[in-house]
């Protein structure tokens, strides 16, 4: 019986020395065949599935000062320009370039209702990319011009990230834009409108103390489609009425994948100079899904 035993475990011994050699011997052979078969066993034998790259776009305007913010964006001026200004770069930042193009007929606010044409025009425009898809992260750098302590006409410039940008639809785009109402600094949350008199403020914020010309960072941010929170240097802010954490977008928008920026200069003098100051220093864009 004892012989037998050792007959039995002397066979396997030998399989699994025939096994392990042969498993070397398919290892060198795939070696010696390159990388080729390798990154093809790879793709094949995975059990894991593909994963898309993810989408990030990022534009810090540090070129040349030009009417224009590049062929990457689209400016909505080429979409509609009768409702927004173009879009340029001056001194590595987002501006009006032209804010003359369109007389516009402010109905409110500002001070002045309404603007008085050929004396005062609106400055406004925005611009975007196609990032495919309806979640999605928008951060920009405002440059914290509040500029309104000077008097009319404002040197005043508000920005926003632009999610759901919709052409088709009179909303055509929603934000928030950080603006200051006797001396407290609020936003303005809802949609840019076209054309963008008849902008359309579905909540509101308040912000903590801010000096005028102190760049802040600001991000809207979809991490399902069509409902939005903000982030303020990092801070998640609550909207009014409720300090709820976040804003539902019109239903028939976020199917949009369209999202981007504006910049409101509000009242420009022609008497001003050309561009307008600069609204937005940077801007990320990045997929959520």
């Not at 894991?48 to 993810?54: D, L, R």
Request: net charge negative; proline share 9%.
């Amino acid at each position: 019986m004892k012989l037998y035993h050792r007959s039995v475990q002397r066979t396997l011994d030998s399989k699994r020395e025939i096994q392990r050699r042969l498993l070397v011997l398919f290892f060198l052979g795939n070696f010696s065949a390159g990388n080729v078969l390798a990154d093809s066993t790879i793709a094949v034998g995975t059990a894991e599935p593909a994963v898309a790259p993810e989408f990030v776009f990022s534009d810090d305007f540090e070129r040349s000062n030009a009417d224009t913010l590049g062929p990457q964006w689209t400016d909505c001026n080429s979409v509609t320009p009768d409702s927004y200004d173009p879009l340029g770069i001056y001194d590595g930042g987002v501006v009006i370039s032209d804010p003359f193009t369109r007389p516009g007929n402010y109905g409110a606010p500002p001070l002045i209702n309404p603007a008085k044409e050929g004396e005062l025009f609106p400055g406004i425009g925005c611009a975007f990319i196609d990032t495919g898809s309806t979640s999605v992260s928008v951060k920009i750098v405002w440059s914290g011009n509040h500029g309104i302590e000077s008097g009319m006409p404002y040197s005043h410039v508000e920005a926003t990230p632009l999610l759901y940008i919709t052409p088709s639809n009179p909303r055509f785009g929603f934000g928030t834009w950080i603006s200051e109402l006797w001396g407290q600094p609020v936003v303005l949350v809802g949609y840019i409108v076209s054309p963008p008199e008849a902008f359309e403020i579905i909540a509101t914020a308040v912000l903590p103390a801010h000096e005028s010309g102190t760049p802040r960072e600001l991000e809207l941010r979809a991490d399902e489609p069509g409902k939005v929170t903000m982030w303020l240097d990092g801070e998640q802010i609550m909207f009014n009425p409720g300090g709820v954490p976040s804003v539902s977008v019109d239903p028939t928008m976020i199917e949009s994948t369209l999202h981007g920026i504006a910049v409101d200069a509000h009242i420009v003098a022609p008497q001003s100079n050309i561009p307008t100051i600069k609204g937005i220093e940077t801007v990320t864009i990045r997929n959520l899904d």
